[in-house]
Nanobody
Framework: QVQMAESGGGLVQAGGSLRLSCAVS????????LGWFRQAPGKEREFVAI????????YYAGSVKGRFTISRDIAKNMLYLQMNSLKPEDTATYYC???????????????WGQGTQVTVSS
């Protein structure tokens, strides 16, 4: 059974930093891409970043490129999202997700965490 659980969200002032974590279990990691998505109230869930679990290759949404960094700890089965220079428009619920294929469309992802709230005050 696949389980994903995010942590690390919170309230931060604009310009600040947060590090999100996602504990993952039950996956055959060699075959998976893991990503971060976010959803603000009244908006569609949107792609943030993705990492090839085996190769470590990464890809980012333009809105976060240069500010956010996705990484993983293979030994601990942990996924991370380091968020720097946060802006009020980054406020959302952040989700980790996993799928066998690379993609930025949330609809293709089969496995999800429960989400963690990030609020950036101006």
């Amino acid at each position: 059974q696949v389980q994903m659980a995010e942590s690390g969200g919170g309230l931060v002032q604009a310009g600040g930093s947060l590090r999100l974590s996602c504990a993952v279990s039950g996956l055959s990691f060699r075959s998976y891409f893991l990503g971060w998505f976010r959803q603000a109230p009244g908006k569609e869930r949107e792609f943030v970043a993705i990492i090839d679990w085996s190769a470590g290759n990464t890809y980012y949404a333009g809105s976060v490129k240069g500010r956010f960094t996705i990484s993983r700890d293979i030994a601990k089965n942990m996924l991370y999202l380091q968020m720097n220079s946060l802006k009020p428009e980054d406020t959302a619920t952040y989700y980790c997700a996993a799928d066998r294929s690379f993609g930025t469309n949330h609809r293709q992802y089969n496995y999800w965490g429960q989400g963690t709230q990030v609020t950036v005050s101006s």
